[in-house]
Antibody, heavy 119, light 112 residues
Framework: EVQMEQSGAEVKAPGESLRISCKASGYNFANYWIGWVRHMPGKGLEWIGL????????RYSPSFQGLVTMSADKSSNTAYLQWSSLKASDTAIYFC????????????WGQGTRVTVSS | DVVMTQSPRTLPVTPGEPASISCRSSQSLLDTNGFNYLDWYVHKPGQSPQLLIYVASSRASGVPDRFSGSGSGTDFTLRISRVEAEDVGVYYCMPARQTPPTFGQGTRLEIK
């Protein structure tokens, strides 16, 4: 059974760093693109980017390039999203999802990680 | 990049009535293999987003058959034959082969 298990909620101060995780199970982690999505309070869904764990190829949405870093660890079947210096505007729920073969959608999603950035 | 335009932005529907959401793409999503690479998702309150439709008209596993997708090229439609209270949420279309992906602005389905 495919599962995407995300790390728990985080409360951070502005300027702090953060790494959240998405642990995959039930399939060959290296062979599927994983995407990250942001949902800010009261706003629509936004794609942050994609990462291919097999070779760590990353594709960032222009709006997020340079603001976050995606990575993946094949030894632990875990994808990561990290910030070096958080801002209040990073407050959101972040979802990871697996892209299916042949561009047939993102079927498996994590439960989401709530990130709150507040002084 | 492909830009997706959805309408309406808000859709109030009486339970049991049908509903329809339009999605227009700035570029054709029709591939030479005959498939239109367009997904539909719903994001319900307090839940993770859910894939409803892929390649424009194929229902994802577990999606009720009252959901259907149609269209080709640049114009697509998601239809719900009989809306239920559990269908409340924001519906998004997405060009499936764009990397990284982008969502349309979303259509909020509300129950009257």
């Amino acid at each position: 059974e495919v599962q995407m298990e995300q790390s728990g909620a985080e409360v951070k101060a502005p300027g702090e760093s953060l790494r959240i995780s998405c642990k995959a199970s039930g399939y060959n982690f290296a062979n599927y693109w994983i995407g990250w999505v942001r949902h800010m309070p009261g706003k629509g869904l936004e794609w942050i980017g994609l990462i291919y764990p097999g070779d760590s190829d990353t594709r960032y949405s222009p709006s997020f390039q340079g603001l976050v870093t995606m990575s993946a660890d094949k030894s632990s079947n875990t994808a990561y999203l990290q910030w070096s210096s958080l801002k209040a505007s990073d407050t959101a729920i972040y979802f990871c999802a697996r892209q299916e073969d042949f561009w047939t959608g993102f079927y498996f999603w994590g439960q989401g990680t709530r990130v709150t950035v507040s002084s | 990049d492909v830009v997706m335009t959805q309408s309406p932005r808000t859709l109030p529907v009486t339970p049991g009535e049908p509903a329809s959401i339009s999605c227009r793409s700035s570029q054709s999503l029709l591939d030479t293999n005959g498939f239109n690479y367009l997904d539909w998702y719903v994001h319900k309150p307090g839940q993770s987003p859910q894939l409803l439709i892929y390649v424009a008209s194929s229902r994802a596993s577990g999606v009720p058959d009252r959901f259907s997708g149609s269209g080709s090229g640049t114009d697509f439609t998601l239809r719900i034959s009989r809306v239920e209270a559990e269908d409340v949420g924001v519906y998004y279309c997405m060009p499936a082969r764009q990397t990284p992906p982008t969502f349309g602005q979303g259509t909020r389905l509300e129950i009257k």
